[in-house]
C-alpha cells in the first residue's frame, strides 16, 4: 500500500491511549485567518532574508555536509549528509545513523540551520547524520511534512551507498522536527526500524490552543513569549479545519507504546511553555505518575528518558541570531550538558540493545 494511503488509514483510527473524545479544530474567522496569514507570512518572509544574508555575507564555516543528495521519492527535498571522520578516511564499517529534522514551527528554515548541531553531532558520536527537509506551512499543512519525513527517511535508510547499520537507526528533531520525529516514525514504513527517537523541545499534544498552554506553563518568570505570540497563528498554519487534534499522528502524546520506538528520549526547557505537555508525555509512556509540583530535572525509567534543561527557553539549541555574551556562555554550556546526557544514554543504553 503506498505511504499516502497508509496514513490516510492512520488518520481514520482514533487515538489509542487514552480513547478521549475527538476534539476537531474549528475554522477560524475570516478575519483571524487574514490577521494569521499575513503573520506567518511576515515570519517566512524575514526568516529567509536572514538566512539568505547569512549564506551571502556571513563567514565561511566547516560545517557543510560532506554531501547533499535527493531521492526520489521526494526530490524536492535534498537531504544533507555528515560523514564522520573515519568513515572519510577509508572506514568500511557499518555505522549508526542519525537521522536529524529540523525545527521553524512547520513554516519555516530548512535542513542547514542544523548544519552546525549536525556536523559536532558526527564528529562526537561517529554515526552517519543525515538532516533531512520537509514541505513548510501552510501551503502544505498537516499530515504533508509528516508524509515527506517518513518517505525521505525510509529512502535514506535504504540507501546502500550509505553503508549503515541498519539497526541501529536514530530519529531526533528540534522543535516542529521533534515533533515530526515523534510523528513520522508511527508510519509502517518506519515502524520497527527507528530503534530511537531523541525529542528536543517538541510539540506533542495539539488538542490545548496556545492560550491554554500558556495559563498552564510550569514556570511564572515570564509576562510573554514568542510562542505565545505567534502559537495561534502556526496553530492556524499547520492544523486544518475539521482535523482532530487527538490524532496520534499530528498530537504523538495519544500513540500507544508500540506505534513508537522502543527508546524514546524528551528533552524540556525549563522556560517553555511546551514544556509541560513533553514532560507529561514521558511520564505516560513510562506508567508513572505526574507529579504535580517541582522540577524533575531528568531520569531514566526502562528504555524511557527525561531530560530538562534549566533556565533556558525554548530553541535554547539554536544558535541562529544569537550574539555573543554571558548570558549565550551559558546556554551553550546547557546545551554541551545536554547533548553529552543524550550520547551517553544513547552510547551506553540504546545502541547496546
Not at 237 to 244: C, N, S, T
Amino acid at each position: 500500500m503506498p505511504l499516502d494511503e497508509q496514513a490516510e488509514a492512520l488518520l481514520a483510527k482514533g487515538p489509542k491511549l487514552h480513547n478521549s473524545t475527538p476534539i476537531v479544530a474549528e475554522l477560524e474567522s475570516f478575519g483571524l485567518r487574514v490577521q494569521y496569514f499575513f503573520l506567518v507570512w511576515a515570519v517566512k518572509l524575514y526568516i529567509a532574508l536572514q538566512l539568505a544574508y547569512l549564506r551571502l555575507f556571513g563567514p565561511p564555516t566547516k560545517t557543510q555536509p560532506t554531501l547533499v543528495k535527493a531521492y526520489p521519492c521526494r526530490p524536492k527535498l535534498p537531504v544533507r549528509i555528515f560523514m564522520p571522520k573515519a568513515r572519510l578516511e577509508g572506514n568500511k564499517t557499518a555505522l549508526p545513523l542519525y537521522i536529524n529534522i529540523h525545527g521553524g514551527g512547520f513554516v519555516c528554515c530548512d535542513a542547514s540551520i542544523d548544519d552546525s548541531f549536525c556536523r559536532s553531532w558526527c564528529e562526537r558520536t561517529g554515526m552517519v547524520v543525515v538532516s533531512l527537509n520537509y514541505s513548510k506551512a501552510p501551503v502544505h499543512r498537516f499530515p504533508v511534512p509528516t508524509l515527506d519525513i517518513a518517505a525521505v527517511a525510509r529512502a535514506v535508510i535504504d540507501d546502500e551507498t550509505l553503508n549503515i547499520d541498519k539497526s541501529r537507526v536514530i530519529m531526533g528533531g528540534f522543535s516542529a522536527g521533534g515533533s515530526l520525529a515523534l510523528t513520522a516514525c508511527q508510519l509502517s514504513e518506519l515502524q520497527g526500524r527507528i530503534k530511537a527517537a531523541v525529542s528536543y523541545f517538541p510539540v506533542t499534544d495539539w488538542s490545548h490552543p496556545p492560550p491554554v498552554k500558556w495559563s498552564e506553563r510550569l514556570y511564572k518568570e515570564k509576562k510573554s513569549e514568542s510562542l505565545n505570540t505567534v502559537g495561534p497563528a502556526l496553530n492556524w498554519a499547520y492544523v486544518p479545519a475539521g482535523q482532530d487534534r487527538t490524532q496520534q499522528l499530528l498530537s504523538p502524546c495519544y500513540a500507544s507504546k508500540q506505534e513508537l520506538p522502543k527508546w524514546v528520549c524528551l528533552i524540556g526547557a525549563q522556560h517553555d511553555m511546551l514544556c509541560r505537555e513533553a514532560r507529561n508525555m514521558i511520564y505516560s509512556l513510562a506508567d508513572e505518575d505526574i507529579p504535580n509540583s517541582g522540577w524533575d530535572k531528568g531520569w531514566e525509567r526502562g528504555t524511557y528518558k527525561w531530560l530538562l534543561a534549566m533556565g533556558v527557553r525554548h530553541g535554547f539549541t539554536d544558535e541562529f541570531g544569537r550574539k555573543p555574551g554571558r548570558s549565550s556562555d551559558a546556554r551553550r554550556q546547557v546545551c554541551e550538558d545536554t547533548y553529552a546526557a543524550v550520547h551517553k544514554w544513547l552510547e551506553t543504553k540504546v545502541l547496546r540493545d
